[in-house]
């Protein structure tokens, strides 16, 4: 029986805000994503998809670069290019260690064996979320959702 509530709301509800940002053509350097601002969010889901295949070596991860505090990363550095990552393909995470933040995988790389799954809940604070690639090829939107922990508290895209 349906619920009668819609694919959008249902989202909202159990996931909380959707935010998107595309990287445009990945290029050497770091590119902001993100914006978070008045205070703190929980992040509860971060992929991304491949628009434009990633076709040449590119040791690529994502980072937390909080206002006050040191930078941290979300994910282990990646090469995403060398095994080629499909446009249309998504790219998620891996399981992570006490020692190492998650891998990041895609299905369409030779490398991977299985599905990649969303980032673990995460917690961040005023500041950025960035992109660090090495590469220069291919397109990714990432796409965050989160639930604000402060009254007021966003995650915008940059």
């Known amino acids: 029986m ?43 889901s971060l992929y991304g998809l491949v628009t434009v295949s990633v076709t040449v070596a590119n040791s690529y991860y994502l980072k937390v670069t909080p206002t006050a505090g040191d930078a ?23 399981a992570g260690s006490t020692t190492a933040p998650p891998k990041l995988m895609s299905p369409s790389a030779s490398s991977n064996v299985s599905w990649p799954g969303v980032l673990p809940l995460t917690m961040v604070t005023t500041g950025k979320i960035q992109s660090v690639s090495a590469g220069t090829d291919g397109n990714i939107t990432w796409v965050l959702t989160y639930v604000p922990l402060t009254d007021g508290a966003t995650i915008t895209a940059a």
Do not use: H, N, Y
């Open 72 to 94: 941290s990363q979300l994910c282990v550095a990646t090469d995403i290019g060398t095994t080629d990552t499909v446009a249309g393909g998504l790219l998620g995470f891996g």
């Open 2 to 44: 349906a619920s009668g509530i819609a694919g959008r709301q249902q989202r909202q509800m159990v996931l909380g805000t959707r935010v998107a940002k595309a990287t445009g053509t990945l290029a050497a350097t770091t590119v902001d994503l993100f914006v978070v601002a008045g205070g703190e969010c929980l992040i509860t």
